[in-house]
Every structure is written in C-alpha cells, then in structure tokens.
Nanobody, 120 residues
Framework: QVHLVESGGGLVQPGGSLRLSCAAS????????MGWYRQAPGKERELVAA???????NYADSVKGRFTISRDNAKNTVYLQMNSLKPEDTAVYYC??????????????WGQGTQVTVSE
C-alpha cells in the first residue's frame, strides 16, 4: 500500500507564509508525478503546482511568483512554499501523486488534505 501524508497547514494572516510537506510511503517503485491541488468551499479542485513526468513544473497562474514547489527524491517528499498568501488561497490542499508500485500498474493517490486559512 502507498500513503501520502501531508503536514504544514494552518491559519495565517494575509501576506504571510506557510510551507506544506507531503511524504509518500509504502511499497514504491517509482513516483511519476507529484504535486499539490486545492479545493475551496463551493469550488472544484484545481491544480496548484506539480512536477510532471520528465521533471518539469506546472504552476497555476494564480500562484506564480508566490508559491514554489520543491522535492526531496531520497525522502519521496514534495514541499510547497507559499509566500504572500491571500485570502483567496484559503482552501484544503491535497497532495497528489502517480506512483508505480512493485508488480502493480501505475495508480493515482491522494492525501487526506490539509486546511490552509488566510485571514485577519
């Protein structure tokens, strides 16, 4: 089995910063893609930032220049540094990964989500 465990969410004032972490654990052969999505109340889940197959990075236009995704391959961990946070960044942030396990086909996994609230 594979698990994605997120941490680092919380309450922050506008203009503040947070760093999210997501660690993948279990019987992992290779991680093909890994990144972050978010879902605000009443809205659809959307891509925030992700490493694609081949190692390139996609960012949502709304977070470019403010958020930075990074990873530690040795730890199967991806990070999201969020700076200059705005109230509209308030959402549940989900880690997402496409992972190939030993002897199993490629499959998509989701973390449990971590709440980020940007408010005075």
């Amino acid at each position: 089995q594979v698990h994605l465990v997120e941490s680092g969410g919380g309450l922050v004032q506008p203009g503040g910063s947070l760093r999210l972490s997501c660690a993948a654990s279990g019987s992992i052969f290779s991680i093909i893609t890994m990144g972050w999505y978010r879902q605000a109340p009443g809205k659809e889940r959307e891509l925030v930032a992700a490493f694609t197959f081949g190692g390139t990075i996609n960012y949502a236009d709304s977070v470019k220049g403010r958020f930075t995704i990074s990873r530690d391959n040795a730890k199967n961990t991806v990070y999201l540094q969020m700076n200059s946070l705005k109230p509209e960044d308030t959402a549940v942030y989900y880690c997402n990964a496409n992972i190939r396990r030993h002897y199993f086909p490629l499959r998509e996994y989701w973390g449990q989500g971590t709440q980020v609230t940007v408010s005075e």
